[in-house]
């Protein structure tokens, strides 16, 4: 089963890629992920795409597909798919379409978190992550049982995204105001689109991720 999560930054979309990949065995294909790797390479093309996410545009949709298409060349029809920031445009919805038919996978369900924009600002401006096991925290809704030291893995590195800025996260709002919630309508005619509240607890967003992947 091969899904889409949409939703603006914030939303949720990886965190709960993470919780299907673990109680599924999926496979979380994040475009945002793997950008965040090319960009530690000291090359033209890490320059190019460290700078376009700082500024909180979108990197080329043949640059991404490409790399959606190379993770699944590597995959088994078997392992599920969940496409967590891609698509992000009609280019990229169109790409995908055609990736998929050539793996001979179809795509079962788009599911979009729905959201407050302001909350968002708040919720991502907040977050961080263990440097060493990458279990996500908040300042304010999810701090550490004790704080300064992972609760997974006892690290006491923590690190923070340089676009989970307000300015840069607007931004990333703006775009997908602008570019991605309109491929929400072809996926509608198609059928296969279902809305969660990701104002919910994240617990009660995976319950009805789950209701929606098993009926
Ligand atoms: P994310 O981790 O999904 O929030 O993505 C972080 C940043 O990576 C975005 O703000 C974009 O600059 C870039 N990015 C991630 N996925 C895509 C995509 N599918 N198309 C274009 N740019 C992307």
């Not at 920031?85 to 050539?102: E, F, K, N």
């Amino acid at each position: 089963m091969d899904i889409i999560l949409l939703g603006p930054p914030g939303a949720g979309k990886g965190t709960q890629a993470q919780r299907l990949v673990e109680h599924h065995g999926m496979l979380q294909l994040s475009t945002g992920d793997m950008l965040r790797e090319t960009r530690k390479a000291d090359t033209e093309l890490g320059h190019k795409v460290a700078d376009i996410m700082d500024s909180g545009g979108l990197v080329s949709d043949e640059i991404v597909s490409a790399m959606i298409d190379a993770k699944l060349a590597d995959m088994g029809p078997e392992t599920g798919a969940i496409f967590d920031g891609y698509p992000r445009t009609a280019a990229q919805a169109d790409q995908l379409d055609d990736i998929l038919a050539r793996h001979g996978r179809k795509l079962d369900h788009v599911i979009e978190l729905e959201v407050n924009e302001e909350a968002l600002v708040e919720r991502i401006t907040g977050r961080f992550t263990c440097a060493n096991c990458g279990a996500g925290y908040h300042d304010v809704f999810k701090q550490p049982a004790t704080p300064g030291v992972c609760d997974k893995c006892g690290s006491t590195e923590f690190k923070r995204r340089p676009d989970d800025n307000e300015e840069t996260v607007r931004k990333r709002m703006q775009e997908y105001r602008g570019k991605t919630a309109p491929i929400l309508p072809g996926y509608e005619q198609r059928g296969i689109v279902s809305r969660v509240d990701g104002m919910d607890s994240i617990e009660d967003v995976t319950h009805a991720i789950d209701a929606i992947l098993t009926r």
